[in-house]
């Protein structure tokens, strides 16, 4: 709960809970890390190629937590804390890891190679949580200020912060977290746009730049994901397009800014106007998320309080007054229009098709990020995001697990590029659902200790393994959907059994362990030829498996 809390604070989109966390025996003091690189939380090495690749910089914030049930704020813990903090940037760390603080390291470790690449050194911040009440003991804040000082005197980081919880801190956190989006702006220059059927209200003008800071940032600075299908995203800066924007943000003309850019659109449930004080709740960019994005780049360029943004600001509750909003709306040169639109149907009915689901096999289709937060109905294993659903149907029915290191939105762009093609209108549901179906059951059981943990790093094989494994009949077409719906009944009959599942995922381990495929080594789950291993290995045993 204290690390959910904490990262959920930090990082606005939706996360794997594993991937932050440190098990036990071997953390050196430390229950969570989180490495946050240009806004995008980063589990790979290849990620962060990517997201310098498309940046041409780096931007990163790293986040440490210790919980203890204790209702006490203890020195000597908060000692071990900083301690463990200071060894994970040691050139010669002293403690003992295990192979969750070493992959991150690694990554660490990687980032620090590109340090010429930084925008400025990354932040650092310390979470320590208790039970307790925190009172800001003098003795407490010695020990603190003094591992402060340690840490900045590495001088690796650009500010370091170290904050303590207790239970009152925890609770306002976690209730955070459950809250519609909201903020509240001044929105001097307007004009209301007259009444129009299914919108309640409507207006048009223009944002200084620091008011229009306040929708797509919090107020820890950090950006929010307030992007209509967050498939698209952000595009980065290595595209004339959105090189243009950054150009014209910090050239000496900027105020020019107002009338070189089509602006943008925010869609919020209700509108609540005092003056020129506008309170705008559970509300989505629908288009501008490029320029959204590299403003919130520029953010401290010396010339960016000349900014003046162009924007519409629309209060509905009609999903399909909505929808074309979105796609009147979006003409930028990443994405074509028509594409733009088959993706949105898509997205919109790949959402209803898991919604088709109950019981057991239901899976919340997570279409825009933490749409299901202030929902407590909604079990957080069962909430599938898109670059999960990327990265699962990639690896299953695409059999390219050894993609799915790469950044999501770089998978995408490779795949639509090249042979593989996904999201794609005429493409059946049924695959999507049940490579995500496949993923779910087999973390279920690594959370159950079903299967060892160790295996963890290999899940995209495993389920492309399951498939390869369990079909009936060849792979028919996408399009295809009569084949492909009853294609995957048959691999969703054994994954909806408990018994079956773990018996099916047990011989795609076996098979792994045979193959000359070792997943001690990283390169083996990155290489193509070492993904063809496996295939060919069920090829040519098939008759004894």
């Not at 243009?244 to 070189?260: P, R």
Request: proline share 2%; net charge neutral; charged share 20%.
């Amino acid at each position: 709960m204290s690390i959910y809390s904490v990262v959920s604070n930090e990082y606005n989109k939706t996360f794997d809970i594993d991937t932050v966390s440190i098990g036990n025996g071997g953390d050196t003091g430390i229950d969570g890390i989180a490495i946050i690189v240009n806004g995008q939380l980063v589990e790979s090495i290849e990620e962060v190629d990517d997201l310098l690749d498309k940046n041409n910089s780096l931007e990163v914030s790293y986040i440490f937590i210790q919980a203890k049930s204790s209702s006490s704020f203890d020195s000597g813990s908060i000692n071990t804390f900083i301690f463990g903090v200071l060894d994970f940037f040691s050139d010669a760390p002293s403690l003992v890891r295990n192979d969750d603080v070493i992959k991150h390291a690694e990554i660490s470790n990687y980032i620090y190679s590109k340090a010429p690449r930084f925008k400025q050194n990354p932040a650092l911040k310390l979470y320590y949580i208790t039970t307790g009440k925190w009172l800001e003991d003098q003795n407490l804040m010695a020990v603190i200020n003094n591992g402060k000082q340690s840490l900045e005197q590495t001088n690796l980081f650009e500010t370091v912060s170290f904050i303590s919880f207790g239970a009152r801190e925890l609770a306002g956190a976690y209730r955070k977290t459950k809250e519609a989006i909201s903020t509240t702006i001044t929105f001097m220059k307007r004009i209301t746009i007259p009444n129009i059927n299914g919108v309640s209200q409507a207006y048009i003008g223009l944002l200084p730049f620091n008011e229009f800071n306040k929708i797509v940032s919090d107020t820890e600075g950090n950006l929010l994901n307030v992007f209509e299908d967050n498939v698209r995203d952000f595009q980065g800066e290595n595209n004339d397009v959105n090189g243009g924007i950054s150009l014209t943000i910090n050239g000496n003309d900027s105020e020019i800014f107002s009338v070189l850019n089509n602006g943008v659109t925010i869609v919020a449930s209700s509108i609540s106007p005092t003056g020129d004080q506008f309170t705008i709740k559970d509300y989505q960019i629908v288009n501008g998320c490029q320029t959204s994005n590299v403003l919130y780049n520029n953010r401290k360029s010396l010339n960016i309080n000349k900014v003046h943004i162009p924007v519409k600001l629309i209060a509905t509750s009609d999903d399909e007054i909505k929808t074309r909003i979105t796609l009147a709306t979006n003409n930028q040169t990443p994405i074509k229009k028509e594409q733009l639109a088959a993706l949105t149907a898509f997205q919109r009915s790949l959402e209803q098709y898991y919604n088709s689901y109950n019981g057991e096999m239901k899976l919340y289709y997570e279409r825009r990020a933490k749409q299901f937060n202030s929902d407590n109905s909604v079990v957080k294993s069962k909430i599938i995001t898109v670059p999960l659903q990327i990265k699962s149907f990639a690896s299953m029915f695409l059999n390219e697990p050894h993609f799915v290191t790469s950044f999501f939105g770089s998978i995408v762009k490779r795949l639509n590029e090249e042979k593989g093609q996904i999201f794609n209108s005429d493409h059946a549901y049924s695959p999507y659902y049940t490579s995500a179906f496949a993923y779910y059951k087999l973390e279920t059981h690594f959370r159950r200790n079903n299967i060892d943990k160790t295996y963890k790093k290999a899940r995209f094989h495993i389920i492309m393994l399951f498939r390869v494994l369990f079909e009936k009949e060849n792979l028919p077409p996408f399009n295809n959907i009569a084949k492909m719906d009853k294609y995957c009944d048959t691999l969703l009959s054994i994954l909806a059994d408990d018994h079956k599942s773990l018996l099916a995922f047990q011989k795609c381990i076996s098979i792994i362990n045979d193959a000359d495929f070792d997943i001690s080594v990283k390169q083996d789950l990155k290489y193509v030829y070492k993904t063809r291993i496996l295939i060919d290995y069920v090829s040519r045993h098939e008759s004894n498996l």
